[in-house]
C-alpha cells in the first residue's frame, strides 16, 4: 500500500499547489506540508523549491515522483491482479491511433489465435493521453508513435517507420512543392495537439526555424480517417507515416508529394513505467506482439 504521505506528494506534484492538494485530498494545508516536510527529513533533501511564487520539482523530488508513480502503478496493477488471479491471460494496454488503425489489427490476430483465452483491453488515444492513462495505472503498457521521457519509461522498439507529406492525386498546387515551405499556402490537415503524428511535424519544423502557424490555413481533426478522407477529396494535404496510408498509396487515392531534404522516420515504441517490478511480464508480452 502506498504510504498516505506519498500520495499527498502525488498530489502537490499534480497540482504544484498545496491548497489545491489539501482540496483534492481532503485534509488541511499544514496536514499537506506536514506530510512533505516529513518526506524531505525522511530523504535527507529539498523536494520542492520556489521560482517567484511558483513551486517547482527539485531533481531530487522529480527522482522521488517517478519512482512514486511507478509504485502506484504497480500496486494498481497487483491490486486487479489478486482480484481477478484466476484470469492469468488479462492485459489491459493502450495503442496510439496510428498505431492502432494499422498495426493492432494484425497483431491482435496472430496474439489471439497463439492464445485464445486472452482477456484483452485496448485503449486508442494519443500519446498525451496514454502517458497519463499510464501513470495513473489505467493501463499496464502502450504502443506509441509519439515522443516520450526516456527516463521515465522503459522501452522495447517496435519498428520504425517513414514520415512522408501526401495528397490527393489531382490536387492543385498554388506552387510547385519542391520543399515544405512551397506548401505554407496549402490548407494543411493535422491531428490534435497531444498526437505523437502531429509532434514529429512539430519537431522538424521546429528544427527549421519554422513553425504550424507557417501554413496559411489548418483543420485539425482527432480522427485519422477524417484526415485521410479529406486529403484523398482535396481539402488539403497532411502528413502521415508512410505505413497508415499503405494502402492508399497502393491503389492511387492518395500520393506522396515529393520534397527534397525531407526523409524522415520514427520509432512505434512499447512503453511502460520505469522500475515496474512487471517489467519482465511486459517484455514477455512484448515477445508475444512481435512474434
Request: aromatic share 12%; glycine share 6%.
Amino acid at each position: 500500500m502506498l504510504d498516505f504521505r506519498m500520495e499527498t506528494f502525488l498530489a502537490v506534484c499534480q497540482f504544484m499547489n498545496f491548497t489545491r492538494a489539501s482540496e483534492k485530498l481532503n485534509i488541511t494545508q499544514p496536514a499537506v506540508s506536514q506530510h512533505i516536510r516529513f518526506l524531505e527529513k525522511h530523504y535527507n533533501t529539498k523536494l520542492f523549491r520556489y521560482e517567484g511564487k511558483k513551486l517547482r520539482l527539485t531533481n531530487a523530488g522529480e527522482i522521488l515522483k517517478n519512482a512514486s508513480l511507478t509504485m502506484m502503478h504497480d500496486e494498481l496493477s497487483m491490486q486487479s491482479e489478486m482480484q481477478k488471479s484466476e484470469d492469468a491471460g488479462r492485459i489491459c494496454f493502450g495503442a496510439t491511433r496510428t498505431v492502432g488503425d494499422t498495426l493492432m489489427g494484425s497483431i491482435l490476430e496472430k496474439y489471439l489465435s497463439r492464445y485464445p483465452d486472452a482477456d484483452v483491453h485496448m485503449i486508442v488515444e494519443n500519446t498525451r493521453e496514454l502517458l497519463k492513462r499510464l501513470d495513473d495505472g489505467e493501463i499496464d503498457f502502450a504502443l506509441v508513435e509519439g515522443f516520450f521521457k526516456k527516463s521515465e519509461y522503459d522501452f522495447q522498439k517496435y519498428s520504425e517507420e517513414n514520415y512522408i507529406a501526401v495528397c490527393s492525386p489531382g490536387y492543385c498546387f498554388r506552387e510547385t512543392p519542391d520543399k515544405i515551405e512551397n506548401l505554407f499556402g496549402e490548407r494543411l490537415l493535422l491531428r490534435e495537439e497531444g498526437s505523437g503524428t502531429r509532434e514529429v511535424l512539430e519537431r522538424y519544423l521546429d528544427s527549421q526555424n519554422l513553425s504550424i502557424g507557417d501554413f496559411e490555413k489548418v483543420m485539425e481533426a482527432g480522427s485519422l480517417h477524417t484526415i485521410k478522407e479529406l486529403t484523398k477529396a482535396g481539402c488539403g494535404i497532411t502528413f502521415l507515416y508512410e505505413v497508415a496510408v499503405r494502402e492508399d498509396l497502393e491503389n492511387g487515392s492518395l500520393i506522396q508529394i515529393p520534397l527534397k531534404d525531407f526523409h524522415l522516420s520514427h520509432e512505434f515504441t512499447f512503453i511502460w513505467r520505469r522500475g515496474s517490478i512487471y517489467a519482465d511480464k511486459y517484455r514477455e508480452i512484448f515477445h508475444r506482439f512481435s512474434a
